[in-house]
């Protein structure tokens, strides 16, 4: 099992440019979520998505937008990139949202808006 | 909303010393999660506590849940440098519509060979 893989691992944008990251698990689990990691602040949950065909807001949603493309996949959608969103991306999966849930997170995507 | 403080921010350790951090929170939790990040990866599962008072061992990794539910300890004994890497406390509550995991701001380990 490859467990959860992110795409890309680097990226480099300009400010107003569109990227989408990718997020896949192989674990069926049920629960798949986007943090980003900035130095000093810890990792800060941005969407999350309970189950296939559900997605909600975390803690700092603007500026980007979710897909649950099916249990596998989730994606993360910068429509239009600003330099305060670069930063380290991680996308986790949790078999369910039981509080037994730790998160599996895979090994990040580092953006930097330009 | 909810924060964890996490203590020391950071450490310069010689290689064999013991190293101890914490964190605390203003309010419960049930579940308390240690993480460990190492450099260019993604945080990795070190120690789950889901009781008050429990005390839990993995290697050389020990970590306590506090009593009153607000706060909870890692310790690392004899540390070696592949020790290195960020410490992630995170406290969870059962119910909500999320399941939310808050994250501490980490603890970033050095150590001296």
């Known amino acids: 099992n490859a467990g959860v893989t992110q795409t890309p691992k680097f990226q480099v944008l300009k400010t107003g440019q569109s990227m989408t990251l990718q997020c896949a698990q192989d674990m069926n689990h049920n629960s798949m979520y986007w943090y980003r990691q900035d130095p000093g602040m810890g990792l800060r949950l941005i969407y999350y998505?309970?189950?296939?065909?559900?997605?909600d807001k975390g803690e700092v949603p603007n500026g980007y937008n979710v897909s649950r493309l099916n249990k596998r996949e989730f994606s993360l959608r910068l429509e239009s990139a600003a330099p305060s969103q670069t930063s380290v991306y991680f996308c986790?999966?949790?078999?369910?949202?039981?509080?037994?849930?730790?998160?599996?997170f895979g090994p990040g995507t580092r953006l930097t808006v330009l | 909303g909810q924060q964890l403080n996490q203590s020391p921010q950071s450490m310069f350790i010689q290689e064999g010393e013991d190293v101890s951090m914490n964190c605390t929170s203003s309010s419960i939790f049930n579940t308390w999660l240690w993480y460990k990040q190492d450099p260019g990866e993604g945080p990795v599962l070190l120690i789950a506590l889901y009781k008050a008072g429990e005390l839990t061992s993995n290697g050389r990794l020990t970590a306590q849940f506090g009593i009153t539910r607000k706060d909870s300890f890692l310790n690392i004994s004899a540390s070696i440098p592949s020790d290195v890497g960020i410490y992630f406390c995170a406290g969870q509550n059962y119910g909500g519509s999320q399941g939310n995991l808050i994250f501490g701001k980490g603890t970033k380990l050095s150590v001296k060979p």
């Open positions: 986790a999966s949790t078999p369910g949202l039981g509080s037994l849930d730790h998160r599996y």
């Open positions: 998505s309970a189950s296939e065909g559900t997605t």
